[in-house]
């Protein structure tokens, strides 16, 4: 009987003892600061990345896996006859990693059988594939039946991104810096997306938080109605996302709470204090 094993990146920020308890493998991407080389996750934690951000005298660049740390996973786990491998990562329109992924796979030749998906998301975007998908195969559920349901998932869930600050934005290229400047100077809150082709999508513009959290469940009730299950990803601010947390239930007949951590590669580019909210139906 065919075994199913789920490969991710780090950027899918699922917490780590869900990723133990499912047996998720994932691959790191990097971490820099100046001459400092961290793996995400593994030897740079989320609570040491965002001190260290806070501190740093200039933003931190990222950099994705090479093709040899995909091959690596893959061939371990192809190395058990009738191993399926299910591969999801960070969508391609951010990074190389899929590409890595995909390069890796064609190394592979014959030896597995690879299947790489792109999330055309990222941080827990990702991560409630992932997870859906590693479930799924522990349930006894074919590969193509896997697939199909990660397409489902990938149509279904709503997902808004509230920054505190225009800052990572602005010096990632998102915004130009009189947007920023303009921006900050008015409390200007604004709310991102990933649209379906993969890329940062702003969807409105708000001043102040508690109008933009409020705006944020207005644009989830356009589309659930029924019950759901939400995930709030945070970069350093518990408080806000437990609070976030909370009203939503107020709001929504939620199933399943998860609340998880904005990891280091995506931190960099979003900043402190950087909410992330992803709701399916349940």
Do not use: D, F, N, Y
């Given at each position: 009987m065919s075994a199913i094993r789920i490969v991710t990146d780090s950027t899918s920020d699922i917490p780590h003892?869900?990723?133990q308890e499912l047996g998720i493998e994932?691959?790191?991407l990097k971490v820099h600061f100046g001459d400092e080389t961290y793996l995400d996750s593994i030897t740079i934690d989320s609570d040491t990345f965002y001190r260290k951000l806070s501190e740093a005298p200039a933003l931190p660049t990222t950099s994705q896996p090479s093709p040899m740390d995909f091959l690596e996973v893959y061939r371990r786990l192809a190395a058990e006859p009738?191993?399926?491998i299910i591969s999801i990562h960070l969508s391609s329109t951010f990074s190389g990693t899929y590409q890595s992924a995909n390069l890796a796979k064609s190394m592979m030749e014959e030896e597995g059988d690879i299947t790489l998906v792109d999330s055309l998301s990222a941080t827990y975007g990702i991560g409630l594939l992932v997870v859906a998908a590693a479930r799924?195969?522990?349930?006894?559920?074919?590969?193509?039946?896997?697939?199909?349901?990660?397409?489902?998932?990938?149509?279904?869930t709503s997902l808004y991104f509230l920054v505190d600050t225009l800052e990572y934005l602005h010096k990632g290229g998102r915004i130009g810096k009189a947007s920023a400047v303009f921006g900050a100077l008015l409390n200007i809150k604004p709310i991102l997306s990933i649209d379906s082709e993969g890329e940062v999508a702003s969807v409105d513009k708000v001043r102040g938080s508690k109008r933009a959290v409020a705006r944020i469940i207005e644009?989830?009730?356009?589309r659930h109605s029924g019950p759901v299950r939400v995930t709030?990803?945070?970069?350093?601010?518990?408080?806000?996302?437990e609070e976030l947390g909370a009203m939503l239930g107020e709001h929504f007949d939620v199933t399943e709470h998860l609340i998880t951590t904005i990891g280091p590669v995506i931190g960099a580019h979003v900043g402190n204090g950087t909410l992330g909210v992803f709701m399916v139906p349940a």
């Open positions: 003892g869900l990723r994932m691959v790191p009738g191993t399926q799924a195969a522990r349930e006894g559920q074919s590969k193509e039946e896997i697939l199909s349901m990660i397409e489902r998932l990938r149509s279904e644009l989830l009730k356009e709030i990803a945070h970069a350093a601010c518990l408080q806000q996302a």
